[in-house]
């Protein structure tokens, strides 16, 4: 007796499709399972006969061998208890074989035969649909997701009866809208509108979200740093259905959907500087779960009191800000998830707080302040293209009462010079200016020989470094593109090279 089935494994964000062969033949009753199942899913075996059983239907008193196909791939993910318990009631003729042919099944079972809320149904419905299938059986609560995909007939259950049921003719689900794209800007808490003065810094996060450029805001405490940072998401442009899908299957993958749909708002995350690194990288014991540099893909990773984390977080992080991706390495092998996302930091300038302060004197002794200046530098700095002082607002600016620019208005300009970067880099497969690699920005840049000249001057004047030059490359383009300029002008560049942090350490403390 024979019966098949088809399942979808899970690595990393991707599904592939597989084929679930169950055999029943003589022999005492057990369930084998081969074809290269990861531990979890071994595991899952002691967990199919019960639901089988709980749902009123018959587990075979025979020898059951159940076979993933491909051999070669490994089967991982939490979702392959449905499609291995269906391919058991196929061969044993439970269920008829020719409508289940039609389907992939997902979707974690209990003792009790619920089929439980399964992380990555969208990945899973996503590669149904490429593998040419008509429908996906998944749990009721993830039904939402899975009709994201078009053209795809989407069958929610709540438990193994349901599904058995549907496949007799005994039962239909609840026809399946799908999720509507919800826009959450009515349900964003925060605007730039509530951010006072500071008139730098709003103009700094401004060129950051148009180019896509990593930002380190460092000032006093109160400054506001904390309050700009959390407002990058809301001026960035909106994400193209695509980009959307993506953060929506990442979320999906790592469980945090909660049955929401489509996500179209940019994510923003702010781990907490004690993140432990495979909570900041991904990572996981059952099946390889997408970290915070994952979740915060095409949108904001937003690391406040960067000096507080972990050294080795910190330098964990060089490779996803180069590569936009992060590679995680298990004895069972890497997985890949996608990690390109714009990066703020916050910090203080020094120990105490108030180094450079007009207001209060800064009381760290030499050898702290050194040390700190440490923490801050290195490779991670190299890598954020605008640096910038936040100073302590004077009390005519915390007064007054005028409302800033809200974001909705910085984010036209944004999408504009975002339109301009992509036509100007079309085919080079890089969608802003911060993603380009040195040579070709400035290639592409169209830098006037006076803006050449000024940058070369800073080269000797200021020690500029190879990378620190091409950083200056980038953000002045970005800063002509907000102009609408089509090439770069010394102006541009002058902007450009005040927002570094050396240039910042040579400011006078002005301590009075
Ligand atoms: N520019 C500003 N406009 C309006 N309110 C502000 C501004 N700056 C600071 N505030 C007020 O001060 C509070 C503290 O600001 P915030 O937490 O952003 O400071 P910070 O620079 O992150 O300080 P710390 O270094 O202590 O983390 C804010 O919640 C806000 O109420
Ligand atoms: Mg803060």
Redesign the pocket.
Same mark, same amino acid.
């Given at each position: 007796m024979y019966g098949r089935v088809t399942g979808v494994s899970l690595l990393g964000v991707r599904g592939h499709v597989v084929t679930v062969e169950a055999h029943i033949g003589r022999g005492l009753p057990a369930l084998t399972l081969t074809g290269l199942p990861g531990a979890p899913v071994q595991d899952a075996r002691d967990r199919i006969r019960p639901a089988v059983e709980s749902a009123g239907l018959a587990w075979p008193m025979r020898r059951v061998v159940v076979n993933l196909a491909p051999g070669n791939l490994r089967k991982e993910g939490p979702g392959l208890d449905l499609p291995v318990a269906m391919g058991v009631l196929v061969a044993s003729a439970q269920v008829p074989a020719d409508r289940v042919a039609g389907f992939a099944f997902a979707g974690e079972l209990s003792l009790k035969g619920e089929l439980l809320p399964t992380p990555g149904i969208l990945s899973v419905a996503l590669a149904a649909s490429r593998a040419g299938l008509p429908g996906v059986v998944v749990p009721a609560a993830n039904a939402g997701e899975a009709a994201l995909v078009e053209g795809l007939e989407v069958v929610g259950a709540g438990t193994l009866t349901e599904v058995v049921g549907f496949f007799r003719g005994t039962w239909r689900p609840p026809s399946t809208a799908p999720e509507r794209e919800r826009t959450r800007e009515a349900e964003r808490a925060v605007d730039l509108a509530e951010v006072r003065g500071q008139a730098r810094a709003r103009r700094a996060l401004e060129v950051a979200a148009a180019g896509g450029h990593n930002v380190l805001l460092v000032g006093p405490?109160? @400054?506001?740093?904390?309050?700009l940072?959390r407002r990058l998401a809301t001026i960035l442009p909106g994400m193209t259905r695509t980009e959307a899908l993506e953060v929506t299957q990442l979320h999906s993958v790592a469980g945090l959907l909660d049955g929401a749909g489509l996500r179209t708002d940019r994510p923003f995350r702010a781990p907490h500087h004690s993140i432990s690194l495979s909570a900041l990288l991904g990572g996981g014991s059952s099946y390889p779960r997408p970290g915070e540099v994952s979740l915060a893909h095409h949108g904001v990773l937003f690391l406040?009191?960067l000096t507080e984390f972990r050294r080795d977080a910190v330098e964990a992080l060089r490779q996803p800000l180069e590569d936009g991706r992060v590679v995680i390495a298990r004895t069972a092998g890497t997985v890949e998830f996608p990690a390109r996302f714009t990066l703020v930091a @916050?910090a203080n300038p020094c120990p105490c707080g108030f180094l450079g302060d007009t207001r209060r004197r800064c009381v760290c002794q030499e050898h702290r302040l050194q040390a700190y200046r440490q923490r801050l530098s290195g490779p991670l700095l190299d890598r954020i293209d605008i640096q910038l002082v936040v100073p302590r607002l004077s009390r005519r600016e915390l007064l007054d009462e005028t409302p800033g620019e809200p974001s909705a208005r910085v984010r036209e300009r944004v999408e504009e010079a975002r339109d301009r970067q992509r036509i100007r880099l079309r085919g080079t497969g890089y969608a802003c200016n911060a993603h380009l690699p040195g040579p070709l920005a400035r290639r592409l840049s169209r830098v006037r020989p006076e803006a050449l000249e000024l940058l070369a001057r800073a080269v000797d004047g200021m020690a500029l470094s190879g990378r620190g030059f091409d950083r200056a490359v980038k953000v002045a383009r970005t800063i002509a593109d907000l102009a609408g300029a089509d090439e770069v002008g010394t102006d541009h560049v002058s902007e450009a090279l005040a927002y570094r942090m050396d240039v910042m350490e040579e400011e006078p403390a002005g301590v009075g």
């Open positions: 405490p109160g @400054a506001g740093k904390t309050m940072a406040d009191e @916050a």
